[in-house]
T-cell receptor
Framework: EPEVTQTPSHQVTQMGQEVILRCVPISNHLYFYWYRQILGQKVEFLVS????????KSEIFDDQFSVERPDGSNFTLKIRSTKLEDSAMYFCASSGGGYNEQFFGPGTRLTVL | KQEVTQIPAALSVPEGENLVLNCSFTDSAIYNLQWFRQDPGKGLTSLLL?????REQTSGRLNASLDKSSGRSTLYIAASQPGDSATYLCAGVRGTDKLIFGTGTRLQVFP
């Protein structure tokens, strides 16, 4: 069964460093998303992406964040200068159409020291 | 502010019981509703999507309903099993297809 994959599963970085989180969405999906979950808190929307551009972004998704689909299979989230409060589980999701079911990857746990 | 609330926050039941998990939302612009399961330290597994034109959706022992007029959705789990133990999340779809997540119900089913 097709699934969303994410790498790495765990990333530890120093404050101020850049990190890139990688995702491979389900192959025929067209809509891509990033969410995050700080330990013990709700899952929060970060950004949605369709047709090679951002459809919507949340207040969390400031200038330190960017997304890219560098090729036909990968979808990345970059954080330019990490802060302690960026420590969270980051989930990638994809769907086959607008307002369709979203399928999530296993997540990348980001720890900023 | 968009709010999605789930009641109860935690539930512990013996195996075999039928369960109802509740989800309420204040935002009338929520279009669809999706239910997920999350195991500790793991990702989110999609269980059911109820689109705005539907009132309910069934998958195996799971049945979910949606009443947009009252801002409520329920997830019914029939004949619960220990393997159903997990956190159940509901999420309303709004705007350009973003999910607004609830607080979750942590379910434990004991043998």
């Amino acid at each position: 069964e097709p699934e969303v994959t994410q790498t790495p599963s765990h990333q530890v970085t120093q404050m101020g460093q850049e990190v890139i989180l990688r995702c491979v969405p389900i192959s025929n999906h067209l809509y891509f998303y990033w969410y995050r979950q700080i330990l013990g808190q709700k899952v929060e929307f970060l950004v949605s992406f369709y047709n090679n551009e951002i459809s919507e972004k949340s207040e969390i998704f400031d200038d330190q964040f960017s997304v890219e689909r560098p090729d036909g299979s990968n979808f990345t989230l970059k954080i330019r200068s990490t802060k302690l409060e960026d420590s969270a589980m980051y989930f990638c999701a994809s769907s086959g159409g607008g307002y369709n079911e979203q399928f999530f990857g296993p997540g990348t746990r980001l720890t900023v020291l | 502010k968009q709010e999605v609330t789930q009641i109860p926050a935690a539930l512990s039941v013996p195996e075999g019981e039928n369960l109802v998990l509740n989800c309420s939302f204040t935002d009338s612009a929520i279009y669809n509703l999706q239910w997920f399961r999350q195991d500790p330290g793991k990702g989110l597994t999609s269980l059911l999507l109820i689109q705005s034109s539907q009132r309910e959706q069934t998958s195996g022992r799971l049945n979910a309903s949606l009443d947009k007029s009252s801002g409520r959705s329920t997830l019914y789990i029939a004949a619960s099993q220990p393997g159903d133990s997990a956190t159940y999340l509901c999420a309303g779809v709004r705007g350009t297809d973003k999910l607004i997540f609830g607080t979750g119900t942590r379910l434990q089913v004991f043998p």
